[in-house]
């Protein structure tokens, strides 16, 4: 089993910065793929960030140019860097890992979510 704990969300003004952490402990050899989702009230969750073996990213198209997700491989960190905040990114983020090199809708190992809250 992985545990993923997640850290570093708050209140910020719209085009401020908040950094996020994930820190996966557990049985963490398979894990191949990490990255970040995010669900706020009424709307679907999102996946944000994706990065595999701590080289290829990928992003969604409303974060594109503004987050940046990394790895720490010998400690088994990922962060997810957000600059200009919007009031859109208001959401619970979520760290997940698979086995795969991707992502899928229902990844093995969630964390338990840090809320981010943008104000305007």
């Known amino acids: 089993q992985v545990q993923l704990v997640e850290s570093g969300g708050g209140l910020v003004q719209a085009g401020g910065s908040l950094r996020l952490s994930c820190t996966a402990s557990?049985?963490?050899?398979?894990?191949?793929?990490m990255g970040w989702y995010r669900q706020a009230p009424g709307k679907q969750r999102e996946l944000v960030a994706t990065?595999?073996?701590?080289?290829?990213?990928k992003y969604a198209d409303s974060v594109k140019g503004r987050f940046t997700i990394s790895r720490d491989n010998a400690k088994n960190n990922v962060y997810l860097q957000m600059n200009s905040l919007k009031p859109e990114d208001t959401a619970v983020y979520y760290c997940?890992?698979?086995?795969?090199?991707?992502?899928?809708?229902?990844?093995?190992?969630w964390g338990q979510g840090t809320q981010v809250t943008v104000s305007s």
């Open positions: 990065i595999i073996n701590g080289r290829q990213t």
């Open positions: 557990g049985s963490i050899f398979s894990v191949n793929a």
């Open positions: 997940a890992a698979s086995p795969e090199m991707i992502l899928p809708n229902t990844p093995k190992f």
